[in-house]
């Protein structure tokens, strides 16, 4: 059951046009907006206003296959939520950036200022790339192995937390009358030589409002749940089921414990995709008619990214054929791979109902029902032992966020489960996350 006062964290995870992926043609979707930066900056007002804590942008390195069927554009991260910082005030900023295909110190250096900017609102959700595509933007000849990009991550951290701490918090003196700007005893070179990187640093930047961006994390598999254990601060997730989500609260939770961390500064945030009606067959209709708009193509292109099997020619009505899923694949060690290998194992579906299964979120959990249904099965979850609170992701945008805000968060707050106004300012602050020490801080009060 949950701790008295334990309140929900609530981000709105913003895809264009909406998570499900023929959203875009849908009557009540906006299309045309996917490049209009007040577009978003509308939709982060209005989360802002209803009290979220964060906004999230997914983003990859690379031109998604499927976008000749589906909204896949996409704005670089940190540009765009720096827009967005520019007219909101409280809300967290979260933006997605690679640790294989981007330089750590000029990650470090655009998630400082991100938060200065911000007034201390930034998040960085850090992932190793899984789409082999990328590799070939960047030079390289061959996308790493997944092992190799997770050993590649742990590295990249330790680099970005130590150019985020290489200023202590006092080295800014600006002392008008001694004349003295900084107090270069309190800036630190880093001098990291690694197997992957060599950065002497420091960054030329204070150390910023929340003494690090929040560290998000977003992997399931077995290294990137030993990885988010370790270094995580809010985990993004993907589960269908109750028990599949408590099963890896508990394991994260315990993880985090073993190496010395306090649970409740790891907070689990699964995906909600829910189609919200007046009724719950409103509700079901609502998914059928969004459901009807998908092309099978674009599904099936998806559904050979997450297992590497190729359903082109198989009857989409006809039983799913299970025997081509393999495990020891290439593809296995992915979670999202065992995600959908669950799903035809306990459903048995056939092909087209696999793919309108993940057509709504890729894998995320969608729930079809009125407001208090969704808002029943946010307690429930909450309550289980299976949520810190959600990423919720709107089907479709605006429509789809604007009836969960105006019709579910009013319920969940009359039952005192999610906050009526801020009381902090900083991402951290909505979290319940601890202000970090800079570890060189730490270091001079221990040799004092």
């Given at each position: ?139 390289l000849p061959e996308h ?247 990423n919720v992701m ?55």
């Amino acid at each position: 059951m949950s701790q008295p006062g334990r309140q929900l964290a609530l981000n709105l995870f913003i895809y264009p046009g909406g998570h499900h992926e023929a959203a875009w043609r849908y009557a009540a979707s906006e299309p045309h907006r996917v490049l209009d930066i007040t577009y978003y900056q509308e939709l982060a007002r209005r989360a802002e206003a209803a009290a979220l804590d964060a906004i999230f942008f997914a983003d990859g390195p690379s031109l998604p296959e499927n976008i000749r069927y589906a909204s896949r554009v996409r704005f670089e991260p940190v540009t765009w939520l720096t827009a967005i910082a520019a007219v909101t005030s409280r809300i967290g900023l979260i933006g997605t950036a690679s640790t294989t295909y981007t330089d750590p110190y000029n990650l470090a250096r655009l998630f400082a200022s991100l938060d200065h900017i911000s007034n201390g609102r930034a998040g960085w959700n850090i992932v190793t790339t899984s789409d082999a595509a990328a590799a070939q933007n960047f030079g390289l000849p061959e996308h790493p192995p997944h092992a190799d990009r997770y050993e590649q991550a742990r590295e990249f951290l330790d680099v970005v937390t130590k150019l985020w701490d290489s200023w202590e918090d006092d080295a800014l003196v600006a002392d008008r009358e001694s004349g003295l700007f900084t107090d270069t005893d309190r800036i630190h070179r880093i001098d990291h030589v690694g197997r992957h990187y060599r950065v002497r640093g420091p960054l030329p930047v204070p150390r910023s409002p929340q003494g690090r961006p929040v560290y998000v994390q977003a992997g399931s598999s077995e290294d990137g749940r030993s990885f988010a254990a370790r270094h995580a601060e809010a985990i993004f997730t993907a589960h269908q089921t109750l028990p599949s989500a408590q099963a890896f609260y508990a394991d994260i939770k315990a993880r985090g414990a073993a190496l010395g961390r306090r649970p409740e500064h790891i907070r689990i945030l699964p995906g909600l995709s829910p189609f919200i009606g007046s009724t719950q067959a409103e509700a079901d209709r609502l998914e059928e008619e969004i459901n009807d708009l998908i092309q099978p193509a674009v599904s099936l292109e998806q559904l050979r990214r997450i297992l590497g099997i190729d359903f082109s020619g198989y009857d989409l009505d006809g039983p799913f054929p299970r025997h081509l899923i393999d495990p020891s694949g290439p593809h296995g060690a992915a979670s999202r791979f065992q995600l959908v290998a669950d799903i035809v194992e306990r459903e048995r579906p056939t092909l087209r109902g696999l793919i309108r299964r993940l057509a709504g979120a890729r894998g995320h959990w969608v729930l079809a029902g009125t407001p208090v249904r969704i808002a029943d099965a946010i307690q429930t979850w909450f309550e289980s032992g299976a949520a810190d609170g959600f990423n919720v992701m709107p089907p479709w945008l605006t429509g789809g966020f604007d009836v969960f805000v105006a019709e579910v968060v009013p319920i969940l707050r009359r039952r005192g489960l999610f906050r009526t106004a801020y009381a902090g300012t900083t991402l951290r602050d909505h979290y319940g996350l601890p202000r970090p020490e800079s570890g060189y801080a730490v270091a001079r009060r221990r040799s004092a």
